[in-house]
């Protein structure tokens, strides 16, 4: 009997051994080490030896390489166990690349991974109440391992998507006295025949508004991710993060964007073990790299992508962890008014390249090469390369790389390079503006952020304003606005406004699945989207989020009612913005009026924290509320927080 599953067919399932032979060699330790290294040090030697390196090689410098892998993989690359996403799934391949090259240069390579999820897959469900509070989760896991294997010279981060990749350059970039590289995990190409990750998630709201068929959709959904690693083929957070930490000078030259399981991705690996090699040698220590002139030219590289909103609170994660000076809303909306658009890829058009067509066309570097000669970067920036920004860049414009990927592009898709990432004059003669705005207003008197880029430029006046007045349709969850749209009570001309969605209702959920529906609606171009939630980088529409106060800290936007009158107002030519409140039960009032009226209003009685939200999101809430809130990065500001618990631990009379 074998009711409760202790037996087994095997034979040999009892054939157990008590002791093993154990590592043949002798550990290369002398009297000096004995007397002076920690237990833990010399333990490692055993525990190495153990796991079957060479005892007579372990003294050469340890490099720890992290990575977001997930998955398991035969070494045909079918799948055995399947990882969240392609994002994950092939970066084990980078990380063996390094390794190599590291055991090739008497160097021993440590491998360690803390896994990611995907924000695609948490769409529309609760497991989008643990996305943005799992970057922080991960960055400390990674900091802990860093900091686990003391005997490490050096960090190598590997890693692609919306969360993991933020997490590993916040925990990189908090490795002040090491040096560390990051290597981006590159990015999945487009089906010859099909739609891109983007578009493909809106199937359902297509197929509802008998846009396709199901027979389209179960065809063009198998065939979407057409190769099985790498970030989405869109500019959103995946593909803008590689983006920044390129641009910061974490990464090598030309490294991020570059196609998932090709033979110029993994060299990156390989370079890149080389590189911190070399930094180690040359004792560059991750302080070296990022400053606040890094953080400079990478929101302006990223104003030249028109990259993620998603970035607004990345980045000035990434600072706190150097100690650097967070960037906030001023800065990116001074920065993106400066800094023309210069990159036509998804979603921002008009053209609608894909990373990797971008990547072939220059990247980074040649995004950098306009920018620098507009004189707004700062050259003198150094990078994990070993060269400064400006060494970089001229050795870029005449590489070899360079001009025969720009002949591959034009040659092999047909595509102009310089349609892909265009000079200042081109890209205004094509009208391409800046992307990001940030609209105040009675709604927002903490500011928002809106892709303008996004807005369907038919709905624009010709004076470049985007300008619509209507009723609001208040929503308390996403699935609910979801409803409203699929069976078809929404309609043109109505501001739909999502609350409860911030960091304190969901931990700040991204509202993808309503953006996406919005674009591939007919009638969705006349629609306005409000939230206290957050976007991909991928978004569509009028859509504004990051609305603050959310409205769970008492933000006017938690004040809002069916019927009430709002008006949004974006100059895309400036990038200057607002939506305000501007009446109540189809009257209009002055604007001191309806700012009066609103601020008299109390809070809904129905506004309430997702029944949903995990303890663990509760907490990152109420930390990261502390530290700066939404436009502080999300982060943990230990001393903020201390000095809060201390207050209070004395108004009760326990410190």
Not at 286 to 296: E, V
Not at 403 to 414: A, C
Not at 423 to 448: L, R, W, Y
Not at 498 to 511: A, C, D, F, H, V
Request: charged share 20%; proline share 6%.
């Amino acid at each position: 009997m074998n009711h409760c599953g202790f037996d087994s067919k095997s034979g040999e399932l009892y054939d157990i051994h008590t002791r093993a032979r154990g590592p043949r060699g002798t550990l290369p330790i002398d009297e000096t080490m004995l007397r002076a290294r920690p237990s833990g040090d010399l333990f490692g030697l055993s525990q190495n030896a153990g796991m079957g390196w060479d005892p007579a090689s372990l003294n050469g410098n340890e490099y720890l390489i992290l990575s977001t892998h997930g998955g398991v993989r035969k070494e045909d690359g079918t799948p055995v166990a399947l990882g969240y996403h392609t994002g994950h799934w092939e970066v084990g391949l980078l990380v063996e690349a390094a390794a190599r090259e590291f055991k090739a240069a008497s160097a021993i390579p440590f491998a360690a991974a803390c896994t990611d999820p995907c924000d695609g897959r948490s769409q529309g469900t609760t497991a989008m109440f643990d996305s943005l509070p799992f970057r922080n989760d991960a960055a400390t896991i990674f900091r802990r391992l860093i900091r686990s294997l003391p005997t490490r010279r050096g960090v190598m981060g590997v890693a692609t998507c919306d969360k993991g990749l933020p997490a590993m350059m916040m925990a990189l970039a908090g490795t002040r006295d090491l040096p560390c590289i990051l290597v981006p995990g590159g990015v999945t190409l487009l089906p010859e025949e099909g739609e891109d990750a983007g578009r493909i998630q809106t199937i359902g709201i297509r197929f509802m508004h008998a846009q396709i068929s199901v027979e389209h959709a179960a065809e063009m959904g198998c065939r979407a991710c057409a190769s099985p690693g790498g970030g989405c083929q869109f500019l959103g957070t995946a593909a803008t993060s590689q983006v920044v930490g390129e641009a910061l000078g974490m990464s090598l030259g030309h490294s991020a964007l570059a196609p998932s399981g090709h033979a110029i991705w993994l060299d990156t690996a390989e370079r890149s073990a080389r590189a911190l090699m070399d930094m180690e040698r040359r004792r560059v220590r991750m302080r070296d790299i990022l400053t606040d002139i890094s953080i400079a030219n990478a929101m302006l590289v990223h104003a030249a992508f028109g990259g993620s909103t998603n970035l607004v609170i990345h980045l000035p994660a990434i600072a706190h962890a150097a100690g650097l000076r967070r960037p906030n809303a001023q800065d990116w909306a001074r920065i993106n008014s400066q800094v023309p658009r210069l990159v036509d890829a998804l979603p921002n058009g008009p053209r609608n390249h894909p990373t990797i067509q971008v990547f072939l066309a220059g990247g980074v570097p040649e995004v950098m090469l306009h920018l620098r000669a507009l004189g707004l970067l700062d050259v003198s920036a150094q990078t994990v390369s070993g060269c400064t920004l400006d060494e970089l860049l001229d050795e870029w414009k005449d590489s070899e790389r360079r001009h025969q990927l720009r002949k591959l592009l034009k040659e092999r898709d047909g595509v102009n390079p310089d349609d892909v990432i265009l000079s200042p004059a081109a890209a205004k003669n094509k009208g391409m503006k800046p992307t990001v705005c940030f609209p105040h207003g009675n709604i927002a008197p903490e500011g928002s952020v809106l892709k303008s880029t996004s807005i369907d430029p038919t709905v624009i006046d010709p004076d470049g304003v985007f300008r619509k007045t209507g009723p609001a349709r208040v929503f308390l969850t996403e699935p609910e606005a979801m409803k409203a749209l699929k069976e078809g009570r929404i309609s043109a001309g109505q501001i739909m406004v999502l609350i409860g969605r911030g960091p304190s209702g969901t931990g700040m959920e991204e509202t993808y699945q309503l953006t996406s529906a919005l674009k591939y609606l007919p009638f969705g171009k006349e629609v306005v989207l409000l939230t206290d939630a957050r976007f991909s980088g991928v978004s569509t529409g009028a859509c504004i989020g990051h609305i603050s106060p959310e409205a769970l800290a008492g933000g006017p936007i938690g004040k809002l009612r069916d019927g009430d009158l709002i008006e949004v107002i974006i100059d895309s030519n400036t990038l200057a913005g607002s939506i305000n409140f501007i009446g109540e039960d189809g009257t209009q009032v002055d604007p001191a009026e309806a700012s009066r009226i609103l601020a008299a209003r109390p809070l809904r009685p129905d506004l309430a924290p997702d029944p949903a939200l995990p303890p663990e999101t509760r907490l990152w809430a109420a930390l990261q509320q502390i530290s700066g809130g939404t436009w502080g990065g999300c982060v943990y500001d230990v001393d903020a927080i201390l000095q809060t618990i201390s207050k209070g631990l004395e108004r009760e009379g326990k410190s």
